[in-house]
């Protein structure tokens, strides 16, 4: 079968060695690519890590203040109806500066799609502890491991759960198998938005080797292993059918 | 034939593909690349092309041919 990278995700951007941003975007311009909606797709990216696809992914993009890019995003798609709207940020954004702005669009069940890229601690900043950091996990703010009594664990997936939207699923970015179904997660997801179903997130865990401070292959055994015990992967809620 | 063909200038040899390629078919070189990074190399007598390091490789170094 051949196999040949996107040509709207045309060049190898500033990320670390092993970092799962890449394979997210290399999997947007994939979907887009199927989907047909190059031209017409619009995303907004936010403040960190993720800002560095706007080199890296030829889309119309539009980078929105830090933690805020999800309600950018529905005003994108109140102006531009027809557009395919995508929000990309990380779990700093979508579940710490801005997790009211996320429970308020998935309350609201604003018709577009977030791409959550999840990889357990504040990236960009050097990788301090963050909400999603595990217990026990020892990060640059937390040198002897998150203590579990005085900090929890968020799962964000979790907490929308009980809410009224279109699409909800985690996928793992590690493997053959875990990055086919990010991409089937991702399509679905997409194509939920196209039906006009209302709100879809996907969350990515991903391998961040720099924090981490693991080779990319072990912090891609990290994901699998560990972060899966906190963060089960699958498809959470699938509304709307195939209209 | 080759059956994959390698952009080598964007290899960060993170060993993604190193780690999932079912007949070990890829090795690291040893040599560093222009942006200092050891890179990676492909044997076509083991490769299968069943895409798996295109599918793995963070930074679209790979394209499969056949």
């Not at chain 2, 078919?25 to 492909?42: L, N, P, W």
Request: aromatic share 8%.
């Amino acid at each position: 079968m051949k196999l040949k990278a996107p040509e709207c995700v045309f060049s190898s951007a500033g990320f670390c060695p092993g970092c799962g941003h890449g394979l997210a975007s290399r999997l947007v311009g994939e979907t887009a690519e199927e989907l047909n909606i190059v031209e017409k797709l619009v995303t907004v990216v936010d403040v960190a890590c993720c800002s560095f696809n706007i080199d890296y992914w030829n889309f119309d993009t539009i980078m929105a203040a830090h933690g805020r890019d999800i309600p950018t995003a529905v005003g994108v798609k109140h102006v531009r109806p027809g557009c395919p709207v995508l929000a990309y940020m990380g779990d700093g954004a979508a579940y710490s500066i801005g997790m009211a702005e996320t429970i308020h669009a998935a309350l609201r069940n604003d018709p577009v799609t977030v791409i959550v890229i999840n990889n357990s601690v504040f990236g960009m900043t050097g990788g301090q502890m963050a909400p999603t950091t595990l217990p026990g996990e020892r990060t640059a703010t937390s040198p002897k491991g998150k203590d579990p009594a005085r900090y929890g664990t968020l799962s964000g997936v979790e907490l929308l759960k009980g809410m009224d939207i279109a699409y909800l699923a985690r996928a793992e970015l590690v493997g053959v198998g875990g990055m086919a179904k990010a991409k089937r997660y991702i399509k679905k997801a997409l194509e939920h938005q196209l039906n006009g179903d209302g709100f879809s997130l996907v969350e990515l865990l991903s391998p961040c080797p720099t924090n981490l401070n693991l080779p990319p292959v072990k912090a891609k055994q990290f994901v699998h292993e560990e972060m899966t015990k906190y963060f089960p992967l699958g498809e959470f809620i699938d509304k709307g059918g195939d209209k | 034939m080759s059956k994959v063909k390698l952009n080598i200038a964007r290899c960060k040899g993170c060993g993604y593909c190193v780690d999932e390629c079912p007949k070990q078919a890829i090795s690291f070189t040893g040599r560093i690349s222009e942006k200092g990074y050891d890179t990676i190399q492909v044997d076509d007598e083991k490769c299968i092309a069943c895409g798996s390091c295109y599918r793995v490789c963070p930074d679209s170094v790979f394209e499969i041919l056949v």
